[in-house]
């Protein structure tokens, strides 16, 4: 799970942390942290911002730009994820739900009901992904965010994804009519993540994992116009080239 705290007090962050890190041991699940002392300093640098966020824990009183501003700017970039407020006051708890809030919590945090969020959370996660049955017909879920591509071999397509790469029966005409909008056909043979699309020069796609995919003719336009589309929403300065 990828969280990103905004929190401008070092001791309440350690708090914090050192809850996550209880809850997560009764799950297995792999636990990315990063912390922000300020809103300013999470959107100074784009690149500290991706859809693929599962949550946001946001600080209220902060800095210049405090957490109900910053859940604002999350939603105008789109972030379909969640977040939750944490503060020592009750002012605000009415100002997050016009930001789609998932809790607001009184610090210090009650485990108990911190725990509960994040099992929630987790449980929500899992819907968030690409289910299928392997060659052993044992069902395997990968989440969305994970995965990097899906290309033809033979009679087979592999899923290329952070971690491994799987292989399934099925054809890609099935599978893009199946997948959210972040997934792109470029190719006969390729569908791609855009999330996970590091740089596009002259028709061909660099991915994150170091492959490179060239864009068929006639998925070119297509390619171009939706890669525009999502590197404009989150911000990313590509350029073509």
């Known amino acids: 799970m990828k969280i990103v705290i905004l929190e401008d007090n070092r001791i309440e962050y350690e708090r914090i942390k050192q809850s996550l890190e209880d809850w997560v041991e009764n799950y297995d699940i792999e636990l990315s942290l990063l912390h922000f002392e300020n809103a300013e300093s999470f959107f100074y640098d784009p690149q500290n911002y991706s859809p693929n966020i599962d949550l946001f824990l946001l600080d209220i009183e902060m800095g210049n730009m405090n957490g109900i501003e910053a859940a604002k700017r999350l939603r105008l970039l789109d972030y379909k994820g969640d977040i939750i407020f944490l503060t020592a006051f009750k002012d605000f708890v009415f100002e997050g739900y016009n930001v789609h809030a998932f809790n607001y919590l009184l610090k210090p945090l009650n485990n108990d009901i911190f725990f ?45 994804t952070t971690k491994t ?77």
Do not use: W
Request: net charge positive; proline share 2%; aromatic share 14%.
């Open 116 to 160: 509960r969020c994040l099992s929630e959370i987790e449980k929500k996660r899992h819907s968030n992904c690409y289910i299928y049955r392997n060659k052993q017909q044992i069902t395997v879920s990968i989440p969305y965010h994970e995965i990097i591509s899906f290309s033809v071999n033979r009679h087979y397509v592999d899923i290329t």
């Open 165 to 241: 790469v799987y292989a399934q029966y099925n054809n890609l005409n099935t599978i893009i009519n199946s997948l959210p909008r972040q997934f792109v056909q470029v190719h006969r043979s390729y569908i791609i993540n855009l999330s996970h699309v590091f740089k596009f020069s002259q028709n061909k796609i660099h991915l994150s994992n170091g492959s490179t995919v060239e864009v068929g003719r006639t998925y070119l336009k297509n390619f171009k116009t939706q890669y525009l589309q999502y590197t404009t929403r989150f911000n990313r300065n590509e350029e073509f080239q």
